[in-house]
């Protein structure tokens, strides 16, 4: 009886060492692992729904509001080219600013619309790059989503509201926070519609999907289940208000130049009209993008109203891919002297590697993406061995890059 009373017991289950596999013991209380667990659980929910305004290091944003020309100098740091896009997105980022700052002032009534946004251009030109580097200059909630997964609710996949989750989760799911951040949607493209007219059936990765994603580039008050609604059906909703979240939108839009061409090639007849089509740059096709060029691809009019502000990427030359090489704070080049110099090895490179680089990145049409992949597949095997050896330089010549690249080719071919 007396061994009995001296069992260490939980103080919040009851349960004695015995009933368990082991007893977490304090100075005056014991706690088994089940209710350790529970317990992380509870403040884990709580710290969900901490209040608005609630101090967080991703939260903070900057104090003085950075002019277009300024946002447009730090873009020009990370990302080669691109001006008009540059231009288009540093304006609209700081209207957009400006505007949360004009009706937390309440100085008239005039109500500024928000000015979302579209980028249309090539995989690999720097869609991604230049809504990531504003988000980075702003200091301010910024989420990357593919709008390939989503689907009208109630089918296999996510829904809408899935977006403002993972900005939530950017933000420390400080609210306050998160309606004011950036939301990329990316290959906003493969959710056009399906067809020409509107769907009498279900086109529930299609028109459903830019259907509900109407009232979060509009503006509304959504209810965003925060770990994903999907597997957490029970879970409370969090009330987040999209109307100060900016929504930048991407996407390829293959063979929309198709659309752009047919369009400049039915307004062209007469003799004048003939001496005007002359003057069409049929290389950079996009410069000529149209909203009604958007409609035509797949998108339904009430979305493409909601991103007003349009914009494209051209397609990068060998100048510009040789550019993204060398010149960026982030460029290719520099990231793996970096590596190699965290190991004690300088390294260099033959002249003619980072031409061969560039040439087989045309080659395989892939953009900026594919400079970094031929750049892999020419240093894995320097990366794999050097570490462990004692050379203190590493020297890439263009042979060596050759057998790499070309027997990863032979691979493909084969």
Known sequence: MKKNM???????????????DMMIVGIDACICPDCVERVHEAISDAMLYQKPGVPSKKGKSKAKLPKPEEIKTFLDQYVIGQENAKKYLSVAVYNHYKRIEQNASNVDDVEIEKSNIIMVGE????????????????????????ATVLTEAGYVGEDVESILSRLLQSADYNVQSAEKGIVFIDEIDKIARKGDNPSITRD????????????????????????????HPEQPFIEVNTKDILFICGGAFNDIDKIISRRLNSQSMGYKAVKEKENFDKENILQYLIPSDLKNFGLIPEIIGRLPVSTYLLPLDRTALYRILTEPKNAIVKQYVRLFDMDGIKLEFEGPVLDYIVDKAIEFKLGARGLRSIFETVMVDAM????????????????YAKDRVEKLTRLFVA
Do not use: W
Not at 6 to 20: A, I, M, N, W, Y
């Open 6 to 20: 001296t069992k260490k017991r939980c103080s919040f289950c009851g349960l004695t060492e015995d009933d368990v």
């Open 123 to 146: 995989t690999g030109t720097g869609k991604t790059l230049l809504a990531r580097t504003i988000a980075k200059m702003l200091n301010v909630p910024f989420t990357i989503v593919d």
């Open 204 to 231: 529930v990765s299609g028109e459903g999907v830019q259907q509900g994603l109407l009232k979060l580039l509009e503006g509304s008050l959504v209810n965003v289940p925060p770990r994903g609604g999907r597997k």
């Open 384 to 399: 794999y061995e050097s570490p462990s050896r004692k050379h203190k330089e590493m020297y890439i010549t263009l042979q």
